[in-house]
């Protein structure tokens, strides 16, 4: 079953969470804040986030090369979600 773009919205800030940095909430962010550039994670978390999916949504960074504005916010990353599925 393919998932909504909401529903991955919501799996992707679920995940989030368990990165934000201390006193940034990563629940109010809106999906096109720069999640780095705001202070919601850190720049290593972006190693996490691409572990992430590679490993929950199989997107292939090998096949598809690592372009950091691809990973800078919510909306980016599900976009990426979402070609990588297609």
């Known amino acids: ?5 909401a529903e991955l919205v919501d799996d992707l800030r679920s995940f989030l969470l368990t990165l934000q940095r201390h006193g940034r ?3 109010i ?15 290593l978390a972006v190693v996490q ?3 992430y999916l590679e490993a929950n949504h ?3 960074f090998g096949a598809i090369g690592l372009d950091p504005d691809r990973l800078s916010s919510i909306s980016s990353i599900v976009d990426l979600i979402m070609e990588s599925k297609t």
């Open 1 to 5: 079953m393919t998932q909504s773009r």
């Open 25 to 27: 909430s990563i629940e």
């Open 29 to 43: 962010a809106d999906e096109d804040d720069e999640l780095v550039g705001s202070g919601y994670i850190d720049s």
């Open 49 to 51: 986030i691409v572990s």
């Open 58 to 60: 199989r997107v292939d």
